[in-house]
């Protein structure tokens, strides 16, 4: 049976927590816990929430997000691309080269990333996870944004918004394509 | 009869437009329209759309956001508090005072606004008409992020998210009182 689609508005800032479990148990279902020797504690948070959604990825994951210096969600990130999930990641040309981004570090472990050319920002701020669950709002993917901000993100398992933005994904796609930069 | 639920996704850049038809028409509903003497195209645009949905205020109009510096934007929400919407409105301390902030002008024209005293940002874009339509997205209120940036803004009237962004919008505005401020 199908289950009722997820609907969830988290707000930020979350407490700092410890995600390692919920790395573990994504990178190796099933394995037995290993306590984590580091002092934040392993709780129910809006990061935590976030983190659980992303690593539900089964096929695809699709990122738009104007800055991504979070290693935490880099990770996540990183783990889903080993486990074979399609990643692919649109950001902004002026913010990824900035101080604590993790763009190179994705790029570097083979996930495809495009870029504007524009003086405008791509400012969005979204994730679509196997083409099914829209993650949207106003948080950057920073640490900052998370533990310092007032931030929203909403999780939206609904087919004509997810579709909205799957079409702006794909538009945007192709419009950073680099065989289409100039210089 | 109760109309369909508003669901609609809007994306920036917005194209330039002339929205004083709009302005006119909220202002004196069935007066004659008077033809604007400005160079611009009173179309159909993200940013009309936007306007639109502001000007559909009856009773309320709550406002939280980081960064507010649109005339356009501005206008249409001094129009609504003449016409006795109460309006309220929620920014960050460090973005209220920059260059071309609306925040003071709409203060003189006798707004109730509240900020933060954090160092975190108070980094919200939403907006809630009449308690019942959730205006929320990447989009800040800036000419800039209308006509240059890619940005999406959700426009939902479904009571569960607007009910979680009313609490957060209460929570925020119970906590940024002037009387708790500290100096």
Tied chains: 1, 2.
Aim: charged share 25%.
């Amino acid at each position: 049976r199908r289950a009722r689609p997820v609907r969830e508005v988290l707000f930020f800032p979350s407490r700092p927590c410890c995600i390692e479990a919920l790395l573990a148990e994504a990178a190796e279902p099933g394995a037995p816990a290993r306590p984590c020797p580091c002092p934040l504690p392993s709780v129910d948070t809006a990061l935590s929430r976030l983190v659980r959604r992303l690593l539900s990825a089964r096929r695809s994951l699709d990122l738009c997000l104007f800055a991504f210096s979070c290693p935490q969600l880099a990770r996540a990130v990183q783990l889903l691309h080993r486990r074979g999930v399609h990643v692919r990641l649109v950001t902004d040309a002026q913010y990824m080269g900035l101080h604590g981004s993790q763009i190179g570090r994705l790029r570097h472990a083979g996930i495809q990333v495009r870029h504007d050319q524009h003086s405008g920002y791509m400012h969005h701020k979204f994730a679509i996870v196997d083409r099914r669950m829209l993650i949207t709002g106003s948080l950057n993917w920073t640490t900052q944004a998370i533990q310092s901000n007032r931030e929203n993100v909403l999780v939206v398992e609904d087919a004509e918004y997810v579709k909205a933005f799957q079409d702006e994904f794909e538009r945007i796609w192709e419009e950073y394509n680099p065989a289409s930069y100039s210089f």
